[in-house]
């Protein structure tokens, strides 16, 4: 299984920026999805999650602004971030809950990581 991101990128503060994540691969079908990121010095952080019926979840610092969502079909998640600040910098990874094969097992899987960097 793997996780493609892209959509990162360099904008100026209060701008905005989608990001999309594709899995792909063997598996019978993707629980939670979800967005982090890591900015330098600091520890990996959830921005957002969506679970496959639709329901989702926040970060406080991202209530408001970035909106998670998903297309099933295509086995991919979005962030459509918006409103964005300097400290939105950071490398943002995309993260999945995948159920492989016959025996429902679930295992997670990590993207390679997209830049996003807000200039003030």
């Known amino acids: 299984v793997q996780l493609q991101a892209s959509g990162g990128g360099l904008v100026q503060a209060g701008g905005s920026l989608r990001l999309s994540c594709a899995a792909s691969?063997?598996?019978?079908?993707?629980?939670?999805m979800g967005w982090y990121r890591q900015a330098p010095g600091k520890q990996r952080e959830l921005v957002a999650a969506?679970?496959?019926?639709?329901?989702?979840n926040y970060a406080d610092s991202a209530k408001g602004r970035f909106t998670i969502s998903r297309d099933n079909a295509k086995n991919t998640v979005f962030l459509q971030m918006n409103s964005l600040e300097p400290e939105d910098t950071a490398v943002y990874y995309c993260?999945?809950?995948?159920?492989?094969?016959?025996?429902?097992?679930?295992?997670?899987?990590w993207g390679q990581g997209t830049q996003v960097t807000v200039s003030s």
């Open positions: 993260n999945a809950a995948v159920i492989l094969g016959s025996s429902r097992s679930i295992s997670n899987y």
């Open positions: 691969g063997r598996f019978f079908s993707i629980s939670r």
């Open positions: 969506i679970a496959s019926g639709g329901i989702t």
